[in-house]
């Protein structure tokens, strides 16, 4: 495999949700630290709130850390008995960074945050999951609508189905106006219908949300991907497998050669092809389109393994070899401009200012 090639992106989407949990909490953390002591208006509130930690633990003394450390580990442990019953534990423990060996204040307060953070995002992973699930892992009292009129009145079966969808911000109107039948109804066949309708419509909600989000973290995690293996990555879109699009990414020494990534999110395929910037006018080959090809090959195997630990899996569908199709040539005012490029423009507009 050496030219073009398309495959087909498929995946666990609770992996892909944790794996993008994780990559989320890290980039927190590190925006925390690098905005330590400044005002940024613009900073999320969790962001906010790591930095307002990160100022009150720096006075902490050692046996005030360690207490918030062991009542933050207790919480992690919570979230583990929790992943253990939708069966993820493995991967949530995996995500759970390493506590320092000794009693270094630093290495100690930054395992706190780190731990800390990691938490934040996987609570309302877990807890979505955990709701979707429902059906299975708790009591089928809904599904059997005999016994579910007989143990309870309306009331409490809507408050045991609303219950599923507390994390969420806000209730869709079909799912608010079925609630507020339900609320009025008395006990009978008019309550069964509205539950068991209540009851599909939620766990449909919960299916959508779930797939909007794990779209919007294959995006994250493609991009964080890319980065971790040392590609400079134009921003991913968090639409891009919602609505398809295009990403260039290439490594600082390519010059000219990038590649090009193009999403058909009808068909969940994305085509890998090395593209060259040009010129307006310029249209030689050049035998260097050859060997960026054969270099892009032997990158594409450590692409694929890193997103499949992710949980993103690529099968291909359709590959050409080098020089069956000659590498496309893009006029480079339409392509990213990355920013080994930007420095290069920059040093030679002040060098020439500097020329007599």
Known sequence: M??????????????????????????????????AGLLNNQLTEHQTTLQDRLRAATGMGQSALRTQLQATEQDFAHLLA?????????????????????????????????????????????????????????????????????????????????????????????IAQLARELEKSLPGARADMLASELRLQIQALLEAEKKRQVEEAQALILEQTLKDLGYQVEEVAHTLFVEGGIVHFRRSGWDKYMVRMRMDAKTGQANFNVIRAVQQGENERSVLDHLAEDRWCSEFPSLMAALEARGMHMKVTRLLQAGELPVQLVLEDKLPQFAEEEQVETQSRLLSKKLP
Do not use: W
Not at 102 to 123: C, F, K, M, N, V
Not at 133 to 162: G, I, K, N, V
């Open 2 to 35: 050496s030219g073009p090639t398309t495959v087909l992106l498929t995946g666990n989407g609770l992996l892909i949700l944790l794996s993008a949990a994780a990559i989320r909490a890290a980039m927190a953390v590190a925006q925390a630290h690098e905005n």
């Open 82 to 174: 929790q992943a253990e019953k939708i069966g993820c534990s493995a991967q949530v423990l995996a995500s759970r960074p390493t506590a320092p060996a000794g009693a270094d204040e630093q290495e100690l307060l930054h395992y706190l945050q780190t731990l800390q953070a990691l938490i934040h995002e996987l609570r309302p992973v877990l807890l979505q999951e955990s709701s979707r699930r429902a059906d299975t892992l708790f009591d089928q009292t809904d599904a059997d609508l005999e016994a579910a009129s007989a143990a309870a009145l309306p009331q409490d079966r809507l408050a045991r189905l609303l219950k599923r969808i507390a994390h969420l911000p806000e209730l869709p109107e079909n």
